[in-house]
């Protein structure tokens, strides 16, 4: 079985872009997930864990009309719990439903008090949207809050959005093409 670290590095190499998986199963994430769940009800927590996880098979599967669905199901069983919240905007954004995905992702950052895993989440997904939209200042600034909660991924985004770092790696690709073939 694979360490932590081997399934971070793993996630990294074939999902390099994806925002949600930093790096799953340590030990500190999981506590911090348990932080978010204590207040709840375990038998509906675990209702609740149980209808997301067959939420996100079936969005896996490309249903993601019943994703949202069932992603609605666990908000109906703890509508204070962040993540059902994160998860359905998810599903929401892949479906279209831009201002719907906003709405859900608002709402999960309200209820997570802007702090944890799922907030962390929620600030990526927001960011992604407000960068599709041209909402760059808004994207950089969920970026930003959601490096400070420790997402790699949206670290890079900054990076990316940084024209000063823009200019440079296109000058040192310019260059580095110029030392490899001198004649162009």
């Known amino acids: 079985m694979a360490t932590p670290d081997d399934q971070a590095v793993l ?6 872009t ?5 790096i799953p199963g340590l030990d500190e994430y999981e506590e911090q997930v348990q932080d978010e769940d204590q207040d709840f009800d375990s038998e509906l927590l675990t209702n609740a864990k149980e209808l997301e996880q067959q939420g996100v098979l079936a969005a896996e599967a490309g ?13 109906q069983i703890l509508p ?13 954004r892949l479906q279209g439903d831009t201002a719907g995905a906003l709405q859900d992702l608002n709402i999960a ?8 895993p799922t907030a962390c989440q929620a600030f990526v997904q927001r960011g992604l949207i407000y960068r599709l939209q041209g909402q760059e200042e808004a994207a950089r600034k969920d970026f930003a809050r959601a490096g400070q909660l420790g997402s790699e991924f949206a670290k890079h985004q900054l990076v990316l959005m940084n024209p000063y770092a823009a ?13 490899r073939n001198p004649d162009i």
């Open 18 to 22: 994806t925002p949600f998986g930093d």
């Open 109 to 116: 950052l309200d209820l997570s008090r802007k702090t944890g």
């Open 11 to 16: 996630q990294t190499i074939f999902n390099p």
């Open 167 to 179: 200019l440079c790696n296109r000058m040192l690709k310019s260059m580095i093409l110029k030392l």
């Open 63 to 75: 249903d993601i009309t019943t994703a949202i669905k069932i992603f609605s199901q666990a908000i």
């Open 80 to 92: 204070k719990r962040a993540s059902g919240y994160n998860n359905r905007a998810q599903a929401l």
